[in-house]
């Protein structure tokens, strides 16, 4: 085969020997650019390269095209094929020998066209691709070897004219459909670096099958034009179609990741309720970040699109747990859609609301107790908007916010008043009447540079503004602002973690001894209630002050400093609220009620699945109270 | 001319069958040509000789039967079959962008066998210029030069498919005049498809008359001339086995 097939390439080159005279005409116009009007003198060198890469390309494009298409094909339909059948040579090598040519005489005439230029001074590179053999070499033979191929191909099947011509158009577009549709479904759930690479994937895989496809062709029809197009359609589109099939179903797979495919999983519980929204990567898919509502009673999960987690904006529960409501950007799209579920129901599934924003997602949105009303802050814009209608209730512009994520919150006081609280160089909050569409604001005290945690009570009438810069931890009048006592600050009372208890009191974890943290208990107004030690510590040590997992049981997670981002496994205690007493929690880890400092604040009711839930590396837990130990819920239980 | 019984045939076909969708175009044909023989195979348009050529040449599979060429299968051994088969088509098929001498100089390559001199005298003699393309050649010169190029490789068997087709008179008579010089050199074995009856009496030793597919006549031209003693020659014999003139009239 390999000597036939050289022979009838080199017949073929002979024969085609004018490309290649062509080509070094085309290699040699590049030296003319500086005759081009508009060229300045400094940048001919410039010019010269581009106008050879542009002319090899081109080139290269036209030649692999127009080799491929009357390589075979053409001696084929004007009955010369025989001439070479009538030789010593197998089908296989006259194959090779004419197609092969066609590719040898499209990259020599590339390479012709580009080389002057690069020899006398200019590199040749593709854009993106760098500009070794190798960078530019690979993609230069696989669109040559994929143009030659769809040109045979296509002229196979124009030049026979036969009603096999009706498979290739029902096969392209099917598999068009097929793979397009797959690639899209992985494009829209965000992971664009998958989407490409199955697209490019599918492109390399389309060559293969062009040229086996080829093969059989004249291997199986010789010169039988009509034959030929039969072979290569039913063995092109049996191949295609696999290959489409194949993408269609792993975009299917891939979209349809489920809670135990999540390798590595983060949670967002609801405050009351069985239900906790999970997000993270899932097992053979990457770039994907599922989404799903778990049940962590039944174990019924609810997929979610997924979506483009960059927005910021969690899904959001009601503070029952019966509702909830997430905001997602439409792939390729700049509308932000919001979508709500009703959980109580027997069948949950998530609906579509009317509410659609363009371009930007609102830095902070918060969902109202009933689950009817969202608010939203887009720039100095405060909405609420009603979710059955679809229409806008209420609206203020404010007149000083912050357009940093970390320092702004939204939160619904009750179904009526909205605060948006910005942590601005002073603490600003912002309420909204809903009813009466007015608006007031107070001033409070000034906040640091670093990223403050905010603590309300329900009902908003006190607050903890947990600065980690000097101010510290301070409580305050929640109408208007006022401090009503200093927490803790650095030096004599250092406060490094703290929140409301669901009865009001406050709880604080402290250093009153350097070296010693305790939890401290402390009234409603901030007086000293009691204090419980919980050991030494040293100057990276972290405590996490969750919620009561159990009534009167506090959890509480300690851990070292570490790298931002990463969330170490660390110690996992309850603290009896009543006698102090410390049990530990068999693997440790973080609550996850405590992880929102930054966020949204959305207390976890005594007992309830918020407050046992336990962020362990990449992997989410439920704590068991009574026996302390905890049971995996999604991720992988590795080390991060 | 003709070898023994015993002798393997040059061409052994049994049961071919070729269908083209419903229609048949080779009907369940089976014969044998020996080696030296020139095998005559006539038929009206249509009645499938092409079709039988092709799967003799291995460009076609047969949809049943089976084709051997010097004991080699057609279809799968064709490559080994055409080392010593010369081919000269109905309609002549080298690259028109090659000259004679271009490609003579690539069909060397391909034979062991392959008689340069022989070639080049050949061209010479029926005055192809040298250094004309294929292209440019008219239709006689090119069905000189496939002629040479098929008798380059000093073949076993020659099949010729219809070579005089749209040849005038002087044209046929060159053509003939070197295949009867050929014949006469080497004894091959020579299959011939051709409307050219008065051509066909001079050379064929043997003949075989497609009609609708199927083989009616299949022996030598004694013995058909013998059967049609009637009539007085090989075209008058055709027109009567194909049902186109009454042999009594």
Known sequence: ?640 | MIESANAAPVVAIDGLTVRYGRKTAVDDVSLRIPAGAVYALLGRNGAGKSSLVHCLLGLRRPDAGRVTLLGHDAWRERRHAMLHTGVVPEDPDPSPGLTPVELARFCSRLYPTWNTADVAERLRRVGVPAGLRFGSLSKGQKKLVSLALALGPMPKLLVLDDPTLGLDVPGRRTFFEELVGELSDRGTTVLLTTHDLVSAEGVADRVGILVDGRLVVDETMEALKARHAALPALEEIFLAVTGQRSEVA
């Open chain 1, 1 to 640: 085969m390999m000597r036939g097939a050289i022979l009838i390439a080199m017949r073929e080159v002979r024969e085609r020997r004018a490309v290649l005279a062509a080509a070094l005409v085309a290699g040699l116009l590049p030296f003319a650019s500086p005759l081009i009007p508009g060229v300045a003198a400094a940048r001919a060198g410039e010019a010269r390269d581009a106008m050879a890469a542009i002319l090899a390309l081109g080139l290269g494009v036209i030649l692999s095209i127009l080799l491929g298409a009357t390589a075979v094909a053409r001696d084929l339909a004007e009955n010369r094929l025989g001439f070479d059948f009538a030789r010593p040579i197998g089908a296989l090598g006259i194959w090779a020998g004419r197609l092969g040519a066609a590719v040898g005489l499209t990259l020599a005439a590339i390479v012709i066209v580009a080389t002057p230029a690069s020899l006398i001074g200019g590199r040749i590179s593709l854009p993106d691709r760098g500009e070794t053999i190798g960078e530019i070499g690979l993609p230069v033979l696989g669109a040559v070897l994929l143009f030659v191929g769809l040109a045979h191909a296509a002229s196979v099947a124009f030049r026979s004219r036969s009603r096999w011509l009706a498979l290739d158009l029902v096969g392209l577009v099917v598999v068009l459909l097929l793979a397009a549709s797959g690639v899209k479904r992985i494009h829209d759930a965000f992971a664009v670096e998958t989407a490409w690479l199955v697209g490019t994937v599918a492109v390399v895989a389309l060559i293969p099958a062009l040229w086996i496809a080829s093969a059989l062709q004249v291997a199986r029809g010789r010169t039988d034009l009509v034959r030929g197009h039969r072979t290569q359609s039913i063995a092109l589109w049996s191949m295609l179609l696999v290959l489409a099939l194949a993408i269609a179903g792993f975009s299917l797979w891939f979209v349809a990741a489920d809670v135990d495919d999540l390798v590595a999983a983060w949670a967002e519980p609801a405050p009351a309720g069985p239900w906790i929204a999970l997000d993270g990567t899932a097992r053979g898919r990457p770039g994907l970040e599922a989404q799903f509502l778990l049940d962590t009673e039944s174990g019924r999960s609810i997929r979610l699109a997924p979506g483009d987690l960059t927005s910021g904006n969690a899904t959001m529960f009601t503070r029952d747990g019966r509702s909830a409501v997430w905001m997602h950007r439409m792939a390729g799209s700049n509308t932000i859609e919001v979508e709500v579920i009703d959980l109580a129901g027997p069948d949950p599934r998530p609906r579509m609301t009317s509410i659609a924003f363009d371009l930007l997602m609102p830095i902070r949105a918060d969902l109202s107790p009933s689950g009817t009303r969202l608010a939203t802050l887009q720039g100095r814009s405060l909405a609420v908007h009603d979710l059955e209608a679809g229409r806008i209730l209420a609206a203020a512009t404010l007149a000083e916010t912050d357009q940093t994520w970390g320092r702004v919150r939204v939160t619904f006081v009750d179904e009526n008043r909205v605060r948006v609280y910005v942590l601005g160089e002073r603490l600003i909050a912002h309420e909204l009447d809903v009813e009466h569409r007015a608006s007031t604001s107070w001033t409070g005290p000034e906040v640091g540079e670093a990223y403050p945690a905010l603590h309300w009570r329900a009902g908003h009438d006190r607050l903890i503004l947990a600065d980690p810069g000097p101010t510290g931890a301070v409580l305050l009048d929640g109408s208007s602002g006022a401090t009503i006592r200093q927490l803790g600050a650095l030096g004599a009372q250092s406060v490094t973690s703290c929140g409301f208890l669901d009865d009001g009191r406050i709880a604080m974890v402290a250093e009153p001894v350097w070296g010693r943290a305790a939890l401290e208990l402390l009234s409603t107004d901030g007086a000293p209630l009691a204090s419980f030690d919980l050991g030494t510590t040293d100057p990276s040590t972290t405590f996490w002050l969750g919620a009561e997992a159990a009534p009167g049981m506090l959890l509480i997670g300690r851990s070292s400093r570490t790298e931002p981002g990463e969330l170490p496994a660390g110690r996992l205690m309850l603290v009896d609220l009543s006698t102090g007493m410390v049990r530990e929690v068999e693997g440790g880890g973080r609550p996850v009620a405590a992880m929102s400092w930054i966020d949204q604040q959305r207390p976890a009711q005594p007992a309830s699945v918020a407050a046992r839930l336990v962020q362990r590396a990449r992997s989410v837990w439920l704590l068991d109270p009574a026996s302390a130990t905890l049971r995996l819920l999604a991720g992988r239980d590795e080390p991060s």
